[in-house]
Every structure is written in structure tokens, then in C-alpha cells.
């Protein structure tokens, strides 16, 4: 299956954390599964990250929650909870089976096919839920989360993002040219940035590097080791170190071109 | 007045044109309009850098297809020459003197 390495936790430290989870009345028997997504389940987490911690029920959580995201599912909400365990800062996500279900229909390839090709229907919450399940340290629920992670490769979601990135690239060159033509030279060299930026994003999930958060960029770029655009070349372009204020239009251009070679590059 | 192609010219796509590669397909152009590439075409297309003269690329499709040079060379001009009819390609350079000898 073609998902990125997760960090690998210690049986002992997988079953300490199930037990402090249960301890503290955040998780029950009956869940089908837990898991870890996010920075920590690729070990980029730092000293004052939260662990985020997603929770799967067939019936509503009805313990204690203290928050929700909203999601384009029925029901609307996902409950969440934000607690110390053990010291450290966890915010758990309760998801309906079902609510996962209907998210996956919208990632069919059905969809792709007909009309929804660049995932517009799923919300924001959605597709980071996926991207994480993806990326997940399980915690328990093995067979559901292998089934999941099975359907998650099959499904259509990576193409949809991959176009939808390539699609958002497309106008912020398309505007930077423009923009260079007009002699706004400043917004073209900011077109030109978001350009680069949605750009290394569709080529990383081309590589199957899940996670949509752009502040984890230059930790997929340096995870995908992509002979399109090396991590050398993303960073120094990301940090414009070849950029001279008397000379905008040249690293316009010279990140335009590195994006038409991601777009040439990358298949979906 | 129409650009003209030639072994000595440099070509490249226009940068507003997008590429996509979807299930094996490749497609280049706008939002509003896109065309379909066949194989060898995208091949043609991927040594367009702005640098490499017809002549040039033309010697890549013969050692690549392992067909004789006068017949890539017609053949990319062909290609070259429909690319640019669609607004596809711009011209960098009309004879750069390709160095291929083709």
C-alpha cells in the first residue's frame, strides 16, 4: 500500500496511552478505532504540539466534549474534546462511521469522473481527515484502520487534490503573468510564491505524501526526495535567495518554470 | 504574420499554457480550451525548454524512437508546426543554428 511511514510507537507506549485515554473517560470499549494523526504520527511534532488524537464510533460519543468542527456530513458536527493526558495536550475528534462513509463518497471515482474532479464537495475538515488517516499511528482498531487506509488508496482523493493544487498553480501563474505584464512587479513575485507553493503541494501528493498543511511543506519536500524539484532548489527558491530587487521578473520567470516542470512531471 | 519553423528555431510552450497528465492522458491549454497530446507529441513537448533548437530536439525523438533523422526531423517540424497553429508554443529564437546536424 502506498502510504507514507508513520513513526512506529512502542507496543508498551500504544498500550499506556489506550489505558491513560480510557482512565480519563475519553474513549470506550466500543470504539472501532483510534488513532493518532498530524505532526506526531510523522514525528515532526514539537515541545508545545498537540497530539491529535481521532476517535471512531458507530453510535455518537456521549461522553464530555467541549467543542466541534463542522463538517458537510449528516450529522454536521464532529465533537471534540481538548484534555491533558499524562501531561501532554490532546485534542480528540469523534467520528461517526458513517460520517466517514458518506466522506468517502465524495471521493469516489465516480465523482472524479463526473464532474467533481478536484474534490470540491468535500470540506476542509473532511479532507484533512483523510489526509490523516493516511498518515496514522493506530492506537487500536487495526482491522478498521487497515480496511480504511485500503480505501483511502483506491479512492480518488489523491487525484482530486493533486488537480486541485495543479488548478490553483495554474491561476497564480496565470496571474503572475499578467501581473509582470502590467508592471506590478511586487504582486507578481507574491503570485509567483503561492504558485511554487501550490505547486510542490500537488507534486508531494504525487508522491503520496497525505498531510494538505502547508507549514509542514518543506518536511514533505525533504520526505519525497523528488528528482522534479530537489529540497535544495524548493528551499532556495521558498526562501528567495536567488531574488534580486532590481531584477523581479527574473525569479518570476525562474519559479514559473519550475512549476510548468512539476506540471509536467506529475501524474494524476 | 505566422511564425515559422524552422531546424535552427527555438520554440517553447506559451507560459500560460497548463499540462495535465491524468490517467495516461496528457492534456495542454487553457481552462476554456485543452488538447489532447498524443505520446510522441508530449515527448516532443517535454524537450522544449527554451534552449534546444528544432534540430536538437528532433535528434532526441530519432535516438529515442530509433528511426532515421531526416524522418524525426519531419515529423517534429510537423508537430512544432501544428503546436504553434494552436497558440500553443511561442518562438524564443527563429535560427540558432541547431547543432545536431540532422
Request: with cysteine; charged share 25%.
Amino acid at each position: 500500500m502506498n502510504l507514507p511511514k508513520t513513526v512506529q510507537l512502542p507496543a508498551a507506549e500504544v498500550r499506556r496511552l489506550r489505558a491513560a485515554l480510557a482512565e480519563n473517560g475519553l474513549i470506550s470499549d466500543d470504539c472501532l478505532a483510534v488513532f493518532i494523526g498530524g505532526s506526531v504520527a510523522r514525528g515532526w511534532q514539537h515541545a508545545r504540539s498537540d497530539t491529535d488524537l481521532y476517535v471512531i464510533c458507530d453510535k455518537p460519543w456521549t461522553g464530555e466534549t467541549n467543542g466541534v468542527n463542522t463538517v458537510a456530513l449528516t450529522p454536521a458536527t464532529v465533537p471534540t474534546v481538548g484534555a491533558f493526558v499524562d501531561g501532554e495536550r490532546v485534542e480528540l475528534r469523534y467520528w461517526l462511521d458513517d460520517q466517514v462513509d458518506q466522506t468517502f463518497a465524495k471521493a469516489t471515482w465516480e465523482e472524479f469522473q463526473n464532474g467533481d474532479s478536484i474534490g470540491q464537495r468535500l470540506s476542509g475538515t473532511e479532507a484533512i481527515f483523510l489526509s490523516r488517516l493516511g498518515q496514522a499511528i493506530i492506537i487500536s482498531g487495526e482491522d478498521w484502520m487497515a480496511e480504511r487506509q485500503k480505501q483511502l488508496v483506491e479512492c480518488a482523493f489523491r487525484s482530486m487534490w493533486t488537480l486541485r493544487w495543479l488548478g490553483e498553480a495554474d491561476g497564480h501563474v496565470r496571474g503572475a503573468l499578467g501581473m509582470m505584464e502590467a508592471g506590478d512587479h511586487t504582486s507578481a513575485v507574491l503570485s509567483a510564491q503561492m504558485a511554487l507553493g501550490a505547486s510542490v503541494d500537488a507534486l508531494a501528493l504525487s508522491y503520496h505524501e497525505f498531510g494538505l498543511d502547508r507549514k509542514w511543506r518543506a518536511r514533505r519536500m525533504e520526505a519525497i526526495k523528488s528528482a522534479t524539484l530537489s529540497f535544495d532548489r524548493f528551499w532556495e527558491l521558498t526562501t528567495m535567495q536567488t531574488f534580486d530587487p532590481s531584477r523581479p521578473q527574473a525569479w518570476v520567470e525562474d519559479v514559473l518554470d519550475v512549476c510548468r516542470q512539476i506540471a509536467l512531471d506529475v501524474e494524476v | 504574420m505566422p511564425e515559422t519553423v524552422e531546424t535552427g528555431t527555438v520554440v517553447k510552450p506559451r507560459a500560460d499554457v497548463g499540462v495535465r497528465r491524468v490517467a495516461g492522458t496528457v492534456t495542454v491549454g487553457w481552462d476554456e480550451e485543452a488538447f489532447e497530446l498524443s505520446e510522441t507529441t508530449f515527448f516532443i513537448w517535454r524537450q522544449l525548454d527554451g534552449r534546444r533548437a528544432v534540430a536538437d530536439v528532433a535528434s532526441s525523438v530519432a535516438n529515442y524512437y530509433g528511426i532515421d533523422r531526416s524522418e524525426a526531423l519531419a515529423d517534429t517540424l510537423e508537430v512544432l508546426r501544428d503546436l504553434i497553429d494552436l497558440g500553443l508554443l511561442q518562438v524564443i529564437a527563429s535560427d540558432s543554428g541547431g547543432s545536431a546536424g540532422v
